[in-house]
């Protein structure tokens, strides 16, 4: 893996505790421009609330996060203007229309109006939506509405995505199109911190996969890395390190808790 320069992102022994559950254990990571990060974990691991800490919705925690080199605490505006972020689970507006609410949002991060419109009717069209640009989103399907919130994480142009899910509800052909969307958005050099569940995309978008499990990184590189030779996918890997071989067992307990 190159390594590029200084990192835009410095994790020093972070730990969070929710009461005394403590869900991040002391994570140190590294992240360098233009890398594309999967974020993988089990259910409960402890990944939105890395990205939480990462996009500053949380500040209760222990250990240091730069970005840039610069503790984030102590300059969130400047580095929130920097960060494209789509979360899990978003409320959207849904009274507005796409463009109502993208001139909203583009209003938050500091656009000029005419330079909002013209961009997110520009997006609206690449992501297939452009004709229901003035239609309320409350008429949206599931796959409609996370176009919008892509759109929204990404049209101020930020130097660093952080998406959570972001591919859930897509459609094969969008689905498609964002995984080739992340590779360009690297290769123009952003740096892209990816929080999926969905295997076989991780495996072929990133450049840099992160397990971790229990609030701790288990493990960290590539995915020929972690195949170390092998030919496992990255879902038996996933199985593999985080102790879940078994998952044809539970299938059967399920159905026997039924009987
Ligand atoms: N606001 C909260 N209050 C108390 N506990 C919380 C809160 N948010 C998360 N947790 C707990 O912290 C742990 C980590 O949750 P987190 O949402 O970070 O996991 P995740 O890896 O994103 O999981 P998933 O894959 O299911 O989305 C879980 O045990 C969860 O119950």
């Given at each position: 893996m190159e390594l590029k320069s200084l990192p835009v992102i410095s994790i020093r022994n972070l730990k969070k505790s929710y009461g005394d559950k403590q869900?991040?254990?002391?994570?140190?990571?590294?992240?360098?421009?233009?890398?594309?990060?999967?974020?993988?974990?089990?259910?409960?691991?402890?990944?939105?609330?890395?990205?939480?800490?990462?996009?500053?919705?949380?500040?209760?925690?222990?250990?240091?996060?730069?970005?840039?080199?610069?503790?984030?605490?102590?300059?969130?505006i400047s580095i929130k203007a920097k960060i494209g972020y789509v979360p899990e689970n978003a409320e959207i507006y849904e009274v507005l229309t796409p463009l109502e609410y993208l001139d909203f949002v583009g209003k938050l991060y500091g656009m000029e109006e005419s330079h909002i419109a013209e961009r997110a009717m520009k997006l609206l069209t690449a992501f297939g939506i452009n004709t229901n640009a003035d239609q309320r989103?409350?008429?949206?399907?599931?796959?409609?509405r996370q176009k919008v919130l892509l759109i929204s994480g990404i049209i101020h142009n930020p130097e660093i995505i952080i998406l959570d899910e972001p591919l859930s509800g897509l459609d094969a052909n969008a689905v498609m199109m964002v995984k080739e969307l992340i590779a360009l958005l690297a290769q123009d050099g952003k740096t892209i911190f990816y929080c999926s569940h969905m295997m076989d995309?991780?495996?072929?978008?990133?450049?840099?996969?992160?397990?971790?499990?229990?609030?701790?990184?288990?493990?960290?590189?590539?995915?020929?890395?972690?195949?170390?030779g092998g030919n496992l996918t990255l879902e038996h890997i996933f199985a593999k390190l985080t102790g879940k071989e078994e998952s044809n067992k539970e299938a059967h307990h399920v159905l026997d808790a039924l009987k």
């Open positions: 869900v991040l254990k002391g994570i140190n990571l590294e992240i360098y421009p233009g890398q594309v990060i999967g974020y993988i974990g089990p259910n409960g691991a402890g990944k939105s609330t890395t990205v939480k800490v990462l996009t500053g919705l949380i500040n209760d925690y222990e250990g240091e996060v730069l970005f840039y080199g610069k503790n984030i605490q102590d300059d969130i989103m409350d008429t949206f399907s599931k796959g409609m995309v991780v495996e072929k978008v990133s450049d840099r996969i992160l397990l971790i499990n229990n609030g701790e990184i288990i493990a960290d590189g590539s995915f020929e890395e972690l195949r170390e």
